[in-house]
């Protein structure tokens, strides 16, 4: 099993930062991908962004440029810094690991931009 906490989301204005980190805690070995993903009000839930074991990473096309994800292997942590935000990045953000074939998700942090 492994554990997911979340922290960092909020109350932003448009055009403002906000990071988003997930712990990993548990049977943390042979992960394959660490990212987030996001739920708006009525939608599917969607990836913003993923890095793999082998370094590799992928975005939304609507989040390119404004935000990186990096992982830090030593912490077991993957953050996300996000900038430049629009309203229509508000949703409730999920942190997701895939460890061989299993997917776990984090509880979900709530992300707000408005004025």
């Known amino acids: 099993q492994v554990q997911l906490v979340e922290s960092g989301g909020g109350l932003v204005q448009p055009g403002g930062s906000l990071r988003l980190s997930c712990a990993a805690s548990?049977?943390?070995?042979?992960?394959?991908?660490m990212g987030w993903y996001r739920q708006a009000p009525g939608k599917e839930r969607e990836l913003v962004a993923v890095?793999?074991?082998?370094?590799?990473?992928d975005y939304a096309d609507s989040v390119k440029g404004r935000f990186t994800i990096s992982r830090d292997r030593a912490k077991n942590t993957v953050d996300l810094q996000m900038n430049s935000l629009k309203p229509e990045d508000t949703a409730v953000y999920y942190c997701?690991?895939?460890?061989?074939?299993?997917?776990?998700w984090g509880q979900g942090t709530q992300v707000t931009v408005s004025s």
């Open positions: 548990g049977s943390i070995f042979r992960i394959n991908a």
């Open positions: 997701y690991v895939r460890r061989i074939v299993t997917d776990y």
């Open positions: 890095t793999t074991s082998g370094g590799s990473t």
